[in-house]
């Protein structure tokens, strides 16, 4: 259902745990720099607080954020049509993040698919931070109050989540329409890249190993070989998208393809219809190295320059606050802080 009373503004974040691959590309970042040229407001953030819910080695951290700022840049992000800045400059987020930890219900969590997949049978050496992220997450969106949310789609039910919260916030402080009800926008060939060794399984930036993902960096060379060795079952491409339905690897392969040339997957069917993997795969890499060589060039160029990146980020972070700092006063009003 559309939102009629909040003004329509676009959140969504990239978490600096590892380097960008295919999958945050196709699923987030080009759909980012798309809809800057929207009537919407945009705001992008790279999400660091999110980042250490699992270990990350202090240096690398603040390599992989600039890394992920470059590559919201180097991808056509242009930080006058977007705010683009890093979460934990503004403390708004940790703050709402605080107050929602208690809205949300412990069996919402428990529900959280995504955490009981990260955390397999380890739950219990997790950290509070990785169960509690939703919430942090929906703190993100609502800060700016923001009603459209472009993800891929292992976040839909994240997204779901900000409405839970949103929506009992909203009743138990009889503040109705306060938060917006945020839709996920999931569009798109590519809504879910999965992993080259295993198509069962999503492509993670923290996946175990390098050859299951294309990683934004990787040279030529490297991409034509993990498409080469990529899985796949040993018959040709069919003549129509039906007949990938139980051909996980393969329906990836083809769906890589689509997002990469901005078709869709039924049209690359008609065009290989009836090839082996030894035409498709290397006109796949070549088609994948067309599009990611430019931006991992540009990412490169900026990263030899941090301290503009880290200026970039820090002029988006200005801009970010003067949107969330009157809806967090006015979040703590509501729930009758004294602040005066
Ligand atoms: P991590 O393994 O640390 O969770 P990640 O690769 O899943 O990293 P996130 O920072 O969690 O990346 O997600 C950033 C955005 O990229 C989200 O919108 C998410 O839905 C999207 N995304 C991540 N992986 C994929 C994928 N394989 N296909 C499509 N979209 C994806
Ligand atoms: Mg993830």
């Given at each position: ?66 890394e992920v700022a470059a590559g ?91 409405r839970d919260i949103a929506s ?22 590519a809504t879910r890249v999965m ?146």
């Open positions: 259902m559309a939102d009629v009373t909040h003004t329509p503004r676009v959140f969504s974040g990239i978490k600096p745990s590892g380097g960008l691959t295919l999958g945050n590309y196709l699923g987030a970042i080009k759909k980012f720099v798309q809809t800057q040229d929207s009537e919407m407001e945009t705001i992008y953030c790279v999400v660091d607080l999110h980042a250490v819910t699992v270990w990350q080695d202090p240096a690398d951290l603040t390599h992989a954020t600039r919201y840049l180097a991808s056509g992000l242009d930080p006058a049509k977007s705010i683009l800045f890093n979460q934990s400059r503004v403390s708004g987020h940790a703050e709402l993040g605080w107050l929602f930890n208690c809205v949300a219900r412990v069996g919402w969590m428990n529900r959280m698919t995504q955490f009981k997949e990260k955390a397999g049978k380890n739950a219990e050496k997790q950290s509070l931070g990785l169960y509690a992220y939703p919430s942090l997450m929906a703190a993100d969106i609502l800060l700016y109050h923001a009603t459209h949310v472009p993800v891929g789609e292992d976040q839909k039910q994240h997204v779901e989540l900000t009992k916030f909203n009743h138990d402080f009889k503040a109705e329409g306060f938060f917006p009800l945020p839709e996920p926008v999931i569009e798109g060939p992993n080259l060794r295993d198509g069962t399984k999503k492509m993670s930036k923290s996946g175990e190993s390098d050859m299951e993902r294309i990683n934004m960096t990787d040279d030529a060379d490297k991409i034509a070989k993990k498409f080469r060795k990529a899985r796949t079952d040993p018959d040709a491409l069919p003549d129509n998208y039906e007949g990938l339905k139980d051909r996980p690897e393969a329906r990836n392969l083809v769906d890589i393809y689509a997002a990469l040339s901005d078709t869709t997957a039924e049209a690359v069917i008609t065009e290989y219809a009836g090839a082996g993997w030894g035409q498709f795969k290397p006109a796949l890499a070549d088609l994948a190295v067309d599009k990611l060589a430019p931006i991992s060039e540009e990412m490169a160029r900026l990263m030899a320059d941090p301290a503009e990146i880290d200026r970039t980020l820090a002029a988006g972070a200005d801009r970010a606050r003067e949107i969330a700092e009157p809806i967090l006063s006015k979040t703590f009003d509501i729930m009758g802080f004294v602040r005066g």
